[in-house]
Protein backbone atom coordinates (compact mmCIF):
# COMPACT_ATOMS: atom_id res chain seq x y z
CA UNK A 1 0.00 0.00 0.00
CA UNK A 2 1.25 3.29 -0.89
CA UNK A 3 0.98 6.55 1.28
CA UNK A 4 -1.41 9.29 1.04
CA UNK A 5 1.15 11.23 -1.09
CA UNK A 6 1.40 9.14 -3.88
CA UNK A 7 -1.84 8.27 -4.14
CA UNK A 8 -3.07 12.56 -4.36
CA UNK A 9 0.37 12.49 -7.02
CA UNK A 10 -1.55 9.36 -9.10
CA UNK A 11 -4.79 11.42 -9.27
CA UNK A 12 -3.11 14.75 -9.85
CA UNK A 13 -4.74 15.98 -13.03
CA UNK A 14 -8.18 14.41 -11.56
CA UNK A 15 -7.89 17.03 -8.80
CA UNK A 16 -7.01 20.00 -10.57
CA UNK A 17 -10.16 18.96 -13.21
CA UNK A 18 -12.58 18.36 -9.75
CA UNK A 19 -11.55 21.62 -7.89
CA UNK A 20 -11.92 23.50 -10.88
CA UNK A 21 -15.22 22.24 -11.55
CA UNK A 22 -16.49 23.60 -8.26
CA UNK A 23 -14.57 26.82 -8.75
CA UNK A 24 -16.14 27.05 -11.89
CA UNK A 25 -19.93 26.90 -10.70
CA UNK A 26 -19.02 29.22 -8.11
CA UNK A 27 -18.33 31.50 -11.23
CA UNK A 28 -20.92 30.97 -13.28
CA UNK A 29 -23.67 31.61 -10.40
CA UNK A 30 -21.82 34.14 -8.39
CA UNK A 31 -21.26 36.24 -11.77
CA UNK A 32 -23.49 38.61 -13.26
CA UNK A 33 -24.81 36.84 -16.06
CA UNK A 34 -23.71 38.89 -19.13
CA UNK A 35 -21.76 37.13 -22.57
CA UNK A 36 -18.59 37.69 -20.75
CA UNK A 37 -19.07 35.13 -18.08
CA UNK A 38 -19.45 32.54 -21.01
CA UNK A 39 -16.24 33.49 -22.30
CA UNK A 40 -14.41 33.85 -18.82
CA UNK A 41 -15.26 30.29 -17.53
CA UNK A 42 -14.50 28.93 -20.91
CA UNK A 43 -10.68 30.72 -20.37
CA UNK A 44 -10.80 29.01 -16.95
CA UNK A 45 -11.96 25.30 -18.08
CA UNK A 46 -9.00 25.83 -20.98
CA UNK A 47 -6.37 27.34 -18.13
CA UNK A 48 -7.43 23.97 -16.27
CA UNK A 49 -6.76 21.44 -19.39
CA UNK A 50 -3.45 23.17 -19.84
CA UNK A 51 -2.61 22.66 -15.87
CA UNK A 52 -3.61 19.28 -15.67
CA UNK A 53 -1.71 18.54 -18.90
CA UNK A 54 1.69 19.77 -17.35
CA UNK A 55 0.93 17.90 -14.14
CA UNK A 56 -0.17 15.20 -16.03
CA UNK A 57 3.62 15.24 -17.93
CA UNK A 58 5.52 16.23 -14.77
CA UNK A 59 4.10 13.70 -12.35
CA UNK A 60 6.70 10.22 -12.62
CA UNK A 61 4.34 7.62 -14.48
CA UNK A 62 6.35 4.70 -12.86
CA UNK A 63 3.84 1.67 -12.30
CA UNK A 64 1.52 2.43 -9.23
CA UNK A 65 -1.67 1.10 -7.98
CA UNK A 66 -3.13 3.92 -5.71
CA UNK A 67 -6.43 4.27 -3.45
CA UNK A 68 -6.07 0.45 -2.51
CA UNK A 69 -5.98 -0.60 -6.17
CA UNK A 70 -9.05 1.53 -7.28
CA UNK A 71 -6.82 4.02 -9.26
CA UNK A 72 -3.63 3.18 -12.06
CA UNK A 73 -0.86 5.57 -12.89
CA UNK A 74 1.40 4.02 -15.40
CA UNK A 75 2.97 4.97 -18.95
CA UNK A 76 -0.47 3.93 -20.64
CA UNK A 77 -2.32 6.01 -18.75
CA UNK A 78 -0.31 9.04 -19.13
CA UNK A 79 -0.34 8.65 -22.74
CA UNK A 80 -4.06 8.35 -23.92
CA UNK A 81 -4.91 10.71 -21.00
CA UNK A 82 -2.70 13.43 -22.65
CA UNK A 83 -4.52 13.08 -25.82
CA UNK A 84 -7.69 13.48 -24.31
CA UNK A 85 -6.63 16.56 -22.54
CA UNK A 86 -5.58 17.62 -25.67
CA UNK A 87 -8.51 16.69 -27.35
CA UNK A 88 -10.59 18.47 -24.93
CA UNK A 89 -8.86 21.28 -24.80
CA UNK A 90 -8.90 21.91 -28.73
CA UNK A 91 -13.01 21.01 -29.18
CA UNK A 92 -13.50 23.46 -26.29
CA UNK A 93 -11.47 26.68 -27.62
CA UNK A 94 -13.13 25.72 -30.86
CA UNK A 95 -16.78 25.98 -29.17
CA UNK A 96 -16.48 29.53 -28.48
CA UNK A 97 -17.40 30.93 -31.50
CA UNK A 98 -19.68 28.59 -32.62
CA UNK A 99 -21.89 29.16 -29.84
CA UNK A 100 -21.50 32.54 -29.46
CA UNK A 101 -22.87 33.00 -33.14
CA UNK A 102 -25.55 30.22 -32.10
CA UNK A 103 -26.63 32.11 -29.18
CA UNK A 104 -25.91 29.05 -27.42
CA UNK A 105 -23.54 30.89 -25.43
CA UNK A 106 -24.10 29.58 -21.76
CA UNK A 107 -21.86 29.25 -18.60
CA UNK A 108 -23.14 25.25 -17.91
CA UNK A 109 -21.39 24.51 -21.49
CA UNK A 110 -17.71 24.20 -20.73
CA UNK A 111 -18.48 22.82 -17.11
CA UNK A 112 -20.01 20.09 -19.33
CA UNK A 113 -16.77 19.91 -21.20
CA UNK A 114 -14.69 19.90 -17.47
CA UNK A 115 -17.14 17.42 -16.08
CA UNK A 116 -17.02 14.91 -19.38
CA UNK A 117 -13.25 15.39 -19.53
CA UNK A 118 -13.16 14.40 -16.08
CA UNK A 119 -15.04 11.15 -16.32
CA UNK A 120 -12.81 10.23 -19.63
CA UNK A 121 -9.64 10.32 -17.14
CA UNK A 122 -11.14 7.98 -13.94
CA UNK A 123 -11.57 5.83 -17.23
CA UNK A 124 -8.55 5.43 -17.94
CA UNK A 125 -7.11 5.00 -14.85
CA UNK A 126 -9.94 2.89 -13.39
CA UNK A 127 -8.47 -0.03 -11.81
CA UNK A 128 -11.51 -1.01 -10.74
CA UNK A 129 -15.04 -2.17 -12.11
CA UNK A 130 -16.16 0.38 -9.87
CA UNK A 131 -14.06 3.01 -10.90
CA UNK A 132 -14.59 2.01 -14.46
CA UNK A 133 -18.70 2.59 -14.29
CA UNK A 134 -18.38 6.15 -11.81
CA UNK A 135 -15.92 7.34 -14.69
CA UNK A 136 -17.78 6.39 -17.77
CA UNK A 137 -21.03 7.51 -16.02
CA UNK A 138 -19.92 11.00 -15.22
CA UNK A 139 -18.52 11.22 -19.34
CA UNK A 140 -21.75 9.52 -20.17
CA UNK A 141 -24.19 12.24 -18.13
CA UNK A 142 -22.32 15.18 -19.63
CA UNK A 143 -22.66 13.85 -23.23
CA UNK A 144 -26.06 13.33 -23.50
CA UNK A 145 -26.78 16.76 -22.17
CA UNK A 146 -24.48 18.44 -25.09
CA UNK A 147 -26.05 16.31 -27.76
CA UNK A 148 -29.28 18.23 -27.09
CA UNK A 149 -27.47 21.56 -26.53
CA UNK A 150 -29.98 23.47 -29.03
CA UNK A 151 -33.56 23.22 -27.65
CA UNK A 152 -35.14 25.26 -29.94
CA UNK A 153 -33.67 22.51 -33.05
CA UNK A 154 -36.05 19.58 -33.18
CA UNK A 155 -33.06 17.18 -34.25
CA UNK A 156 -30.61 18.40 -31.65
CA UNK A 157 -33.19 17.51 -29.43
CA UNK A 158 -34.01 14.24 -30.86
CA UNK A 159 -30.01 12.98 -31.13
CA UNK A 160 -29.99 13.76 -27.39
CA UNK A 161 -32.93 11.84 -26.37
CA UNK A 162 -32.01 8.95 -29.03
CA UNK A 163 -28.30 8.79 -26.94
CA UNK A 164 -29.72 8.96 -23.72
CA UNK A 165 -32.08 5.84 -23.91
CA UNK A 166 -30.11 3.78 -25.99
CA UNK A 167 -27.01 4.76 -23.83
CA UNK A 168 -28.99 4.29 -20.54
CA UNK A 169 -29.45 0.40 -21.92
CA UNK A 170 -25.57 0.25 -22.74
CA UNK A 171 -24.68 1.48 -19.44
CA UNK A 172 -27.37 -1.12 -18.02
CA UNK A 173 -25.53 -4.22 -19.86
CA UNK A 174 -22.23 -3.02 -19.21
CA UNK A 175 -23.30 -2.83 -14.81
CA UNK A 176 -25.19 -6.05 -15.55
CA UNK A 177 -22.02 -7.72 -17.17
CA UNK A 178 -20.13 -6.28 -14.22
CA UNK A 179 -21.72 -7.55 -11.90
CA UNK A 180 -21.84 -10.85 -13.44
CA UNK A 181 -18.15 -10.89 -13.10
CA UNK A 182 -17.83 -10.30 -9.26
CA UNK A 183 -20.33 -12.28 -8.88
CA UNK A 184 -18.51 -15.32 -10.14
CA UNK A 185 -15.13 -14.02 -9.45
CA UNK A 186 -15.90 -12.31 -6.10
CA UNK A 187 -13.49 -8.90 -6.49
CA UNK A 188 -13.75 -6.10 -9.06
CA UNK A 189 -10.16 -5.14 -8.89
CA UNK A 190 -8.60 -5.76 -12.26
CA UNK A 191 -5.27 -7.10 -11.13
CA UNK A 192 -7.22 -9.40 -8.09
CA UNK A 193 -9.29 -10.39 -11.55
CA UNK A 194 -5.68 -11.16 -13.28
CA UNK A 195 -4.22 -13.48 -10.56
CA UNK A 196 -7.81 -15.26 -9.35
CA UNK A 197 -9.63 -16.31 -13.07
CA UNK A 198 -6.98 -18.74 -14.12
CA UNK A 199 -7.23 -20.56 -10.75
CA UNK A 200 -10.78 -20.54 -11.33
CA UNK A 201 -10.35 -22.05 -14.49
CA UNK A 202 -7.90 -24.07 -14.22
CA UNK A 203 -7.39 -25.12 -17.10
CA UNK A 204 -11.68 -25.77 -17.45
CA UNK A 205 -13.75 -23.64 -20.06
CA UNK A 206 -15.48 -20.59 -18.29
CA UNK A 207 -18.57 -20.98 -16.53
CA UNK A 208 -21.37 -19.82 -18.63
CA UNK A 209 -22.10 -17.31 -16.00
CA UNK A 210 -18.83 -15.61 -16.53
CA UNK A 211 -19.04 -15.74 -20.60
CA UNK A 212 -22.39 -13.91 -20.27
CA UNK A 213 -20.37 -11.26 -17.96
CA UNK A 214 -18.02 -10.83 -20.43
CA UNK A 215 -20.29 -10.41 -22.95
CA UNK A 216 -22.56 -7.99 -21.50
CA UNK A 217 -19.57 -5.79 -20.26
CA UNK A 218 -18.02 -6.15 -24.00
CA UNK A 219 -21.47 -5.10 -25.36
CA UNK A 220 -21.46 -1.76 -22.85
CA UNK A 221 -18.11 -0.79 -23.93
CA UNK A 222 -19.30 -1.06 -27.81
CA UNK A 223 -21.51 0.87 -27.48
CA UNK A 224 -19.07 3.83 -26.25
CA UNK A 225 -16.34 3.28 -29.21
CA UNK A 226 -19.66 2.96 -31.00
CA UNK A 227 -18.74 -0.29 -32.69
CA UNK A 228 -20.92 -2.54 -34.81
CA UNK A 229 -23.53 -3.60 -34.07
CA UNK A 230 -24.15 -1.26 -31.39
CA UNK A 231 -23.64 1.90 -33.46
CA UNK A 232 -26.92 2.77 -34.38
CA UNK A 233 -26.78 5.72 -32.47
CA UNK A 234 -23.63 7.67 -33.37
CA UNK A 235 -25.26 8.94 -37.43
CA UNK A 236 -28.25 10.56 -35.47
CA UNK A 237 -26.28 12.31 -32.94
CA UNK A 238 -23.38 13.25 -34.95
CA UNK A 239 -25.59 15.07 -37.32
CA UNK A 240 -28.02 16.28 -34.36
CA UNK A 241 -25.55 17.71 -32.35
CA UNK A 242 -23.96 21.20 -33.03
CA UNK A 243 -20.94 21.12 -34.67
CA UNK A 244 -18.44 22.03 -32.11
CA UNK A 245 -20.18 19.36 -29.80
CA UNK A 246 -20.40 16.82 -32.49
CA UNK A 247 -15.91 17.55 -32.59
CA UNK A 248 -15.61 16.81 -29.17
CA UNK A 249 -17.93 13.51 -28.93
CA UNK A 250 -15.60 12.35 -32.35
CA UNK A 251 -12.38 13.42 -30.55
CA UNK A 252 -11.45 12.61 -26.47
CA UNK A 253 -14.69 10.44 -25.81
CA UNK A 254 -13.56 8.03 -28.56
CA UNK A 255 -9.63 8.01 -27.18
CA UNK A 256 -10.94 7.64 -23.60
CA UNK A 257 -13.10 4.90 -24.18
CA UNK A 258 -10.92 2.77 -26.56
CA UNK A 259 -8.29 3.12 -23.74
CA UNK A 260 -10.55 1.82 -21.09
CA UNK A 261 -11.41 -1.40 -23.74
CA UNK A 262 -7.63 -1.88 -23.59
CA UNK A 263 -7.15 -1.85 -19.65
CA UNK A 264 -10.00 -4.14 -19.21
CA UNK A 265 -8.95 -6.75 -21.22
CA UNK A 266 -5.80 -6.47 -21.00
CA UNK A 267 -5.36 -5.85 -17.07
CA UNK A 268 -8.64 -7.39 -16.10
CA UNK A 269 -9.17 -10.90 -18.10
CA UNK A 270 -6.29 -12.28 -19.96
CA UNK A 271 -7.69 -15.23 -18.44
CA UNK A 272 -10.56 -15.07 -20.71
CA UNK A 273 -8.55 -14.40 -23.96
CA UNK A 274 -9.78 -17.12 -26.08
CA UNK A 275 -13.44 -15.67 -25.82
CA UNK A 276 -12.86 -11.88 -25.93
CA UNK A 277 -10.71 -12.23 -29.09
CA UNK A 278 -13.66 -14.06 -30.97
CA UNK A 279 -15.92 -11.32 -29.80
CA UNK A 280 -13.59 -8.28 -30.59
CA UNK A 281 -12.52 -10.17 -33.91
CA UNK A 282 -16.22 -10.27 -35.07
CA UNK A 283 -16.88 -6.16 -34.08
CA UNK A 284 -13.96 -5.58 -36.04
CA UNK A 285 -15.20 -7.19 -38.92
CA UNK A 286 -18.31 -6.04 -39.08
CA UNK A 287 -17.23 -2.34 -38.35
CA UNK A 288 -15.17 -1.73 -41.05
CA UNK A 289 -17.58 -3.20 -43.60
CA UNK A 290 -20.29 -1.91 -42.38
CA UNK A 291 -18.90 1.79 -42.19
CA UNK A 292 -17.32 1.63 -45.32
CA UNK A 293 -20.35 0.94 -47.18
CA UNK A 294 -22.94 3.15 -45.46
CA UNK A 295 -20.75 6.26 -45.83
CA UNK A 296 -21.10 5.65 -49.35
CA UNK A 297 -24.69 8.11 -49.91
CA UNK A 298 -24.17 10.23 -47.28
CA UNK A 299 -25.01 13.79 -48.11
CA UNK A 300 -24.08 15.35 -44.92
CA UNK A 301 -20.62 15.36 -44.49
CA UNK A 302 -20.85 14.95 -40.97
CA UNK A 303 -23.31 11.54 -41.46
CA UNK A 304 -20.08 10.66 -43.55
CA UNK A 305 -17.51 11.26 -40.62
CA UNK A 306 -20.12 9.16 -38.36
CA UNK A 307 -20.15 6.18 -40.64
CA UNK A 308 -16.25 6.93 -40.68
CA UNK A 309 -15.23 7.14 -37.42
CA UNK A 310 -17.47 3.55 -37.12
CA UNK A 311 -15.63 1.98 -39.80
CA UNK A 312 -11.67 3.78 -38.03
CA UNK A 313 -13.08 1.80 -34.61
CA UNK A 314 -12.69 -1.06 -36.39
CA UNK A 315 -9.36 -1.04 -37.63
CA UNK A 316 -8.41 0.10 -34.24
CA UNK A 317 -10.18 -2.95 -32.68
CA UNK A 318 -7.84 -4.80 -35.27
CA UNK A 319 -4.81 -4.51 -32.80
CA UNK A 320 -7.12 -4.62 -30.11
CA UNK A 321 -7.99 -8.45 -31.19
CA UNK A 322 -4.60 -9.68 -32.02
CA UNK A 323 -3.57 -8.33 -28.42
CA UNK A 324 0.19 -8.22 -28.55
CA UNK A 325 2.70 -5.50 -27.01
CA UNK A 326 2.98 -4.15 -30.84
CA UNK A 327 -0.37 -4.89 -31.31
CA UNK A 328 -1.50 -2.63 -29.09
CA UNK A 329 1.15 0.01 -29.51
CA UNK A 330 -0.25 -0.15 -33.16
CA UNK A 331 -4.02 0.83 -31.52
CA UNK A 332 -3.22 3.79 -29.27
CA UNK A 333 -1.03 5.34 -32.37
CA UNK A 334 -3.69 5.00 -34.80
CA UNK A 335 -5.69 6.14 -31.99
CA UNK A 336 -3.95 9.53 -31.61
CA UNK A 337 -3.54 9.81 -35.42
CA UNK A 338 -7.57 9.36 -35.84
CA UNK A 339 -7.96 11.76 -32.93
CA UNK A 340 -5.89 14.75 -34.59
CA UNK A 341 -7.42 14.05 -38.05
CA UNK A 342 -11.12 14.05 -36.87
CA UNK A 343 -11.01 17.42 -35.13
CA UNK A 344 -8.79 19.22 -38.01
CA UNK A 345 -11.99 18.04 -39.95
CA UNK A 346 -14.59 19.35 -38.05
CA UNK A 347 -12.66 22.45 -37.94
CA UNK A 348 -13.01 22.60 -41.58
CA UNK A 349 -17.13 21.79 -41.37
CA UNK A 350 -16.87 24.47 -38.89
CA UNK A 351 -16.31 27.04 -41.89
CA UNK A 352 -18.86 25.43 -44.06
CA UNK A 353 -21.13 28.92 -44.12
CA UNK A 354 -23.32 29.88 -47.14
CA UNK A 355 -25.88 32.98 -47.49
CA UNK A 356 -28.62 31.25 -45.96
CA UNK A 357 -26.25 29.80 -42.97
CA UNK A 358 -24.14 26.78 -41.50
CA UNK A 359 -24.66 23.79 -43.42
CA UNK A 360 -22.74 20.40 -43.51
CA UNK A 361 -23.90 19.49 -47.20
CA UNK A 362 -20.80 17.52 -49.23
CA UNK A 363 -22.60 19.46 -52.32
CA UNK A 364 -21.44 23.28 -50.59
CA UNK A 365 -17.85 21.75 -50.69
CA UNK A 366 -18.23 22.00 -54.51
CA UNK A 367 -15.59 23.88 -56.69
CA UNK A 368 -14.21 25.22 -52.81
CA UNK A 369 -11.04 25.69 -54.50
CA UNK A 370 -11.68 28.34 -56.06
CA UNK A 371 -13.48 30.27 -53.37
CA UNK A 372 -10.90 29.54 -50.31
CA UNK A 373 -8.12 27.39 -51.83
CA UNK A 374 -6.59 27.26 -47.96
CA UNK A 375 -9.25 25.35 -46.82
CA UNK A 376 -9.73 23.28 -49.51
CA UNK A 377 -6.20 22.11 -48.77
CA UNK A 378 -6.80 21.15 -45.08
CA UNK A 379 -10.20 19.36 -45.80
CA UNK A 380 -7.78 17.29 -48.62
CA UNK A 381 -5.11 16.46 -46.17
CA UNK A 382 -7.89 14.97 -43.37
CA UNK A 383 -9.54 13.46 -45.92
CA UNK A 384 -6.74 11.62 -47.21
CA UNK A 385 -4.89 11.31 -43.97
CA UNK A 386 -8.35 8.92 -43.25
CA UNK A 387 -8.21 7.24 -46.31
CA UNK A 388 -4.74 5.92 -45.53
CA UNK A 389 -2.84 7.27 -48.11
CA UNK A 390 1.22 7.72 -48.35
CA UNK A 391 2.87 9.22 -46.52
CA UNK A 392 0.08 11.14 -45.22
CA UNK A 393 -0.28 10.70 -40.86
CA UNK A 394 -3.45 8.30 -41.45
CA UNK A 395 -1.46 5.43 -43.90
CA UNK A 396 1.27 5.09 -41.14
CA UNK A 397 -1.28 4.31 -38.51
CA UNK A 398 -3.16 1.72 -40.81
CA UNK A 399 0.45 0.45 -41.58
CA UNK A 400 0.91 -0.89 -37.94
CA UNK A 401 -2.46 -2.15 -37.60
CA UNK A 402 -2.51 -4.21 -40.70
CA UNK A 403 1.38 -5.44 -39.96
CA UNK A 404 0.02 -6.57 -36.72
CA UNK A 405 -3.36 -8.40 -38.03
CA UNK A 406 -0.61 -10.06 -40.59
CA UNK A 407 1.72 -10.86 -37.80
CA UNK A 408 -0.60 -12.42 -35.57
CA UNK A 409 -2.09 -14.85 -38.87
CA UNK A 410 -5.44 -12.61 -39.01
CA UNK A 411 -5.52 -12.68 -42.69
CA UNK A 412 -9.37 -12.34 -43.39
CA UNK A 413 -8.85 -9.26 -41.08
CA UNK A 414 -6.16 -7.82 -42.56
CA UNK A 415 -7.56 -8.74 -46.31
CA UNK A 416 -11.33 -7.21 -45.29
CA UNK A 417 -9.70 -4.06 -43.72
CA UNK A 418 -7.52 -3.31 -47.33
CA UNK A 419 -10.79 -4.20 -49.02
CA UNK A 420 -12.80 -1.97 -47.06
CA UNK A 421 -9.93 1.01 -47.30
CA UNK A 422 -10.20 0.83 -51.15
CA UNK A 423 -14.18 1.17 -50.70
CA UNK A 424 -13.91 4.07 -48.61
CA UNK A 425 -11.78 6.09 -50.95
CA UNK A 426 -14.56 6.62 -52.93
CA UNK A 427 -16.13 9.39 -50.38
CA UNK A 428 -12.61 10.78 -49.44
CA UNK A 429 -11.60 10.77 -52.94
CA UNK A 430 -15.38 11.81 -54.02
CA UNK A 431 -15.12 14.89 -51.56
CA UNK A 432 -11.38 16.34 -52.96
CA UNK A 433 -13.04 15.61 -56.66
CA UNK A 434 -15.75 18.10 -55.55
CA UNK A 435 -13.62 20.90 -54.00
CA UNK A 436 -11.12 20.76 -56.44
CA UNK A 437 -13.00 19.92 -59.79
CA UNK A 438 -16.28 20.62 -59.69
CA UNK A 439 -17.88 23.72 -60.99
CA UNK A 440 -18.30 27.08 -57.80
CA UNK A 441 -21.91 27.16 -57.35
CA UNK A 442 -22.39 28.88 -54.01
CA UNK A 443 -19.13 30.14 -52.59
CA UNK A 444 -18.42 29.54 -49.25
CA UNK A 445 -18.31 32.87 -46.90
CA UNK A 446 -14.88 33.69 -45.20
CA UNK A 447 -14.80 32.80 -41.35
CA UNK A 448 -13.54 35.11 -38.77
CA UNK A 449 -13.30 32.13 -36.20
CA UNK A 450 -9.45 32.09 -35.55
CA UNK A 451 -9.84 29.30 -32.79
CA UNK A 452 -11.10 27.01 -35.39
CA UNK A 453 -9.09 27.97 -37.97
CA UNK A 454 -5.76 27.54 -36.11
CA UNK A 455 -6.74 24.18 -34.89
CA UNK A 456 -7.49 23.46 -38.62
CA UNK A 457 -3.87 24.62 -39.40
CA UNK A 458 -2.13 22.74 -36.60
CA UNK A 459 -4.02 19.75 -37.29
CA UNK A 460 -3.38 19.74 -41.23
CA UNK A 461 0.20 20.44 -40.59
CA UNK A 462 0.29 17.08 -38.19
CA UNK A 463 -1.70 14.69 -41.03
CA UNK A 464 0.31 16.19 -43.97
CA UNK A 465 3.31 14.57 -45.02
CA UNK A 466 5.34 16.34 -42.39
CA UNK A 467 4.06 13.79 -40.09
CA UNK A 468 6.99 11.53 -40.81
CA UNK A 469 9.23 14.06 -38.68
CA UNK A 470 6.83 13.15 -35.19
CA UNK A 471 6.12 10.05 -36.04
CA UNK A 472 9.20 7.96 -34.43
CA UNK A 473 8.64 9.71 -31.46
CA UNK A 474 4.51 9.59 -31.14
CA UNK A 475 5.82 5.64 -31.90
CA UNK A 476 7.56 5.73 -29.53
CA UNK A 477 5.76 6.53 -26.72
CA UNK A 478 2.73 4.43 -27.88
CA UNK A 479 4.96 1.43 -27.64
CA UNK A 480 6.17 2.53 -24.20
CA UNK A 481 2.71 2.63 -23.16
CA UNK A 482 1.44 -0.60 -24.12
CA UNK A 483 4.26 -2.16 -22.34
CA UNK A 484 3.06 -1.38 -19.62
CA UNK A 485 -0.14 -2.91 -19.45
CA UNK A 486 -1.08 -6.55 -18.61
Not at 37 to 45: D, H
Not at 354 to 375: H, K, N, V
Not at 400 to 407: G, N, R
Amino acid sequence: MIGAVENWQAAGPEIILTLGTLASIVLGVVAVPTNGTFTRVTGFVGALFIAAFVVLIVVPSAPTAAFGGLYVLDPFTTFMKALVLIGSFAALIMMRPFLERKKLHRFEIPLLVLLATLGMCIMVSSGSLLTLYIGLELQSLSLYVLAALDRDSRISTEAGLKYFVLGAVASGMLLFGSSLIYGFAGTTSFSVLAEQLPALLDGRLPGVGLIFGLVFLLAGLAFKVSAVPFHMWTPDVYEGAPTAVTAFFASAPKVASMALFIRIILDALPALSPQWTQIIYAMALLSMVLGAFAAIPQPSIKRLLAYSSIGHVGYALMGLAVGTPEAIAATTFYMAIYMVTTIGAFACVLAMRTDTGDTDQIEALSGLRQARPWLALAFACFMLSLLGFPPFAGFFGKLFVFQAAIEADMILLAVVAALTSAVAAYYYLRIIKIMYFDDLDQPLLGSDDRPSALIMIASAVFASPLFVIVWPALWDGAQAAAKSLG
